[in-house]
């Protein structure tokens, strides 16, 4: 792994395929939010949404959510906001095409456990080709979905990835703040 802020290797990110990250989750948090799988630099950096570019924490800070924009070495802070992470498939690979229907489909079991377990007010899945193969739901949309996962709200949200041209950081902040008013603040 390398230390925060440093840019990894070609060596370290080659030897992250495959590696795993840990979640950053606790009970009863306000969202869990719930990414496709790690990229490589995530792997190799041991944060979530760390490659440079990536959407996620811009988007978190614009929509309310936090009160200043944090980094990836700083995910451990939003357990203190009622905020976690997770991902449908555990692997980290250099593009999520690489993830099989397989890998999605239990992935998608998995995170129905997590979530059942966790009981956060919300999941949100943050990408749209990720929850329709998860879970089987070929025509979902971005926002509340009428599913719930026990006592938890499902919500779809823009994969917040700089290669996802159909969203500007404005866009996936507005989507994330419809959420944030919807679950309201952390201490209620």
């Not at 995530?42 to 996620?56: E, I, M, Q, V, Y």
């Not at 700083?74 to 976690?84: F, I, N, P, R, V």
């Not at 739901?137 to 509340?144: Q, Y």
Request: hydrophobic share 45%; aromatic share 6%; glycine share 10%.
């Amino acid at each position: 792994m390398t230390t925060d802020r440093a840019r990894p290797t070609v060596e370290q990110l080659a030897a992250a395929q495959d590696a795993t990250i840990a979640d950053v989750a606790a009970p009863g948090l306000r969202v869990l939010f719930c990414g496709i799988n790690p990229g490589l630099w995530s792997g190799a950096t041991g944060h979530h949404f760390a490659r440079p570019g990536n959407r996620f924490w811009p988007a978190l800070h614009r929509s309310g959510f936090t009160p200043r924009q944090l980094g990836p070495q700083e995910q451990q802070e939003l357990l203190a906001l009622g905020l976690g992470i997770t991902n449908v498939v555990a692997r980290t690979t250099a593009k999520a095409s690489e993830l099989t229907a397989e890998e999605y489909r239990l992935g998608g079991e998995a995170l129905v456990e997590r979530v059942t377990r966790l009981a956060p007010r919300a999941l949100a899945v943050l990408g749209i080709g990720a929850y329709r193969a998860a879970f089987g739901r070929p025509r979902a949309a971005v926002g509340r979905q009428v599913e719930r996962i026990g006592d938890s709200e499902v919500w779809l949200l823009p994969n917040p990835s700089g290669l996802n041209a159909h969203y500007t950081l404005d866009g996936i902040a507005a989507e994330f703040a419809k959420l944030r008013e919807a679950v309201g603040p952390a201490d209620s």
